[in-house]
């Protein structure tokens, strides 16, 4: 995740620039949220505005060649006049000015990760030793955090569906309580029970599947079928994708049996780590 | 007289869960209105990213946020190490609200702080206090 300050855009319309058209700027606007980019709308205060970030670009109507005055040291700022731009002359002029200020570029990854909603959590780990993708860690104080948003699985709610306390949130997921919704104590029944179940089943979905894949491993070792082995373990995974919400594609990009393992020993070690230092 | 709060507006860029309707129908209303207001792309890429631009909202006084859930956007700031104070934040839904409702809270200079203050679940139906008054 790049830490590097964003680019930031002002719609100016203060002292120096021309008002925009209400549909002028609503259309400036569109074209650069739709890119990825934060705009303040301004009719003046500039000097907040560039208080305020490092990478600034001020868009105006400056036809008249009256720039507001600029003094701030350590800010990187361009004015450009967007008179006449089309939507996508003006995406243009803003990308070059990222790109000539390496700014991050903005939409190459889907921002899904887990939020935790720490009035709720209890710090219990059971979403690091869940994860095997590394996404959690906890902090200096052992406290439960996302770590490595990246590595999380695109759509994957999984981890919020063993937490007991509802305290995992994806705020882009389609239904509550996970999309933030308040949490109701039904939620709560549903989720408690979800663990029940599961435990019931032999542990989480992948123990599950890890003992599936054992059992599927000790029949194909005989039958030395590649084929039937592979079938064996689709099969697998699209039960627990049509079970747990899990998407599909996320099960099948899933490591080997004994990578998932390693990992989720690993994940587990470092759960129980950060329990005895609490 | 008090300051006006801030207005700040997530366009939720990277998802289909906000209605698009709702979501272009208030962003018209602020281009038409002339009010000033921040406008940013995705709020929980900016908090995957830590912002810095996140603190500064988060102290900047009052804000009116309209955006999601107020629980995810509570926590979204928190994670960006920018936790927004709970008695001058409202954040409007727009996953739920009508762009009217939305449009007509941002409009009122008054706050009506929202934000969940610790760990609040709804009851069942029939263990609210007017089922309770019922029975």
């Known amino acids: 995740m790049s830490l590097n300050q964003a680019l930031h855009l002002v719609l100016y319309e203060g002292a120096g620039a021309e008002a925009l058209t209400p549909q002028s700027r609503l259309a400036a606007m569109t074209t650069l949220l739709d890119r990825g980019y934060a705009v303040?709308?301004?009719?003046?205060?500039?000097?907040?505005?560039?208080?305020?970030?490092?990478?600034?670009?001020?868009?105006?109507?400056?036809?008249?060649?009256?720039?507001?005055?600029?003094?701030?040291?350590?800010?990187?700022?361009?004015?450009?006049?967007?008179?006449?731009?089309?939507?996508?002359?003006?995406?243009?002029?803003?990308?070059?000015?990222?790109?000539?200020?390496?700014?991050?570029?903005?939409?190459?990854?889907?921002?899904?990760?887990?939020?935790?909603?720490?009035?709720?959590?209890?710090?219990?780990?059971?979403?690091?030793?869940?994860?095997?993708?590394?996404?959690?860690?906890?902090?200096?104080?052992?406290?439960?955090?996302?770590?490595?948003?990246?590595?999380?699985?695109?759509?994957?709610?999984?981890?919020?569906?063993?937490?007991?306390?509802?305290?995992?949130?994806?705020?882009?997921?389609?239904?509550?309580?996970?999309?933030?919704?308040?949490?109701?104590d039904a939620d709560l029944q549903r989720e408690k029970m979800k663990i029940d179940i599961s435990a019931l089943l032999g542990g989480d979905v992948y123990q599950m599947l890890r003992e599936r894949s054992e059992r599927a491993k000790s029949r194909f070792s005989k039958e030395r079928d590649a084929d039937k082995a592979l079938k064996e373990r689709q099969k697998c995974l699209v039960k627990l994708a049509q079970s747990g919400e899990i998407p599909a594609e996320v099960l099948m990009a899933l490591p080997s049996p004994e990578e998932i393992q390693r990992r989720a020993q690993e994940a587990k070690a470092k759960a129980e780590a950060a329990l005895a230092k609490q | 007289m008090s300051a006006a709060p801030r207005i700040l507006y997530c366009n939720c860029t990277y998802a289909q869960v906000v209605s698009k309707e709702v979501k272009e129908a208030v962003l018209r209303k602020l281009c038409e209105s002339?009010?000033?207001?921040?406008?940013?792309?995705?709020?929980?890429?900016?908090?995957?990213?830590?912002?810095?631009?996140?603190?500064?909202?988060?102290?900047?006084?009052?804000?009116?946020?309209?955006?999601?859930?107020?629980?995810?956007?509570?926590?979204?700031?928190?994670?960006?190490?920018?936790?927004?104070?709970?008695?001058?934040?409202?954040?409007?839904?727009?996953?739920?609200?009508?762009?009217?409702?939305?449009?007509?809270?941002?409009?009122?200079?008054?706050?009506?702080?929202?934000?969940?203050?610790?760990?609040?679940?709804?009851?069942?139906?029939?263990?609210?206090?007017?089922?309770?008054a019922v029975a």
């Not at chain 2, 995957?48 to 995810?72: T, V």
């Not at chain 2, 996953?95 to 200079?109: D, F, P, W």
């Open chain 1, 40 to 184: 303040s709308r301004t009719n003046g205060d500039i000097a907040l505005v560039q208080n305020r970030h490092t990478v600034v670009m001020v868009l105006g109507q400056f036809a008249n060649g009256n720039l507001p005055p600029v003094q701030q040291p350590g800010v990187t700022i361009r004015f450009q006049d967007i008179s006449g731009l089309d939507g996508a002359q003006l995406a243009a002029q803003v990308e070059a000015f990222r790109a000539e200020t390496s700014s991050p570029k903005h939409g190459e990854w889907k921002p899904w990760f887990p939020v935790i909603d720490y009035d709720r959590c209890t710090n219990c780990m059971q979403c690091l030793s869940f994860c095997l993708f590394g996404v959690y860690g906890v902090d200096t104080n052992q406290r439960i955090q996302v770590q490595n948003h990246d590595n999380c699985k695109t759509n994957c709610p999984a981890c919020s569906r063993v937490c007991p306390e509802a305290a995992i949130m994806f705020p882009k997921y389609k239904a509550g309580p996970i999309n933030g919704d308040v949490v109701s």
């Open chain 2, 34 to 132: 002339g009010v000033a207001f921040e406008a940013v792309a995705d709020l929980c890429e900016m908090s995957a990213r830590k912002d810095p631009s996140l603190q500064r909202f988060s102290n900047c006084g009052k804000l009116k946020i309209a955006a999601c859930y107020p629980r995810a956007v509570k926590w979204l700031f928190s994670s960006a190490n920018a936790a927004l104070p709970l008695d001058q934040t409202e954040v409007l839904n727009m996953r739920v609200q009508s762009a009217e409702e939305v449009c007509s809270a941002i409009n009122n200079l008054e706050i009506q702080p929202n934000l969940p203050a610790g760990k609040a679940a709804v009851p069942p139906a029939n263990e609210l206090p007017a089922a309770a």
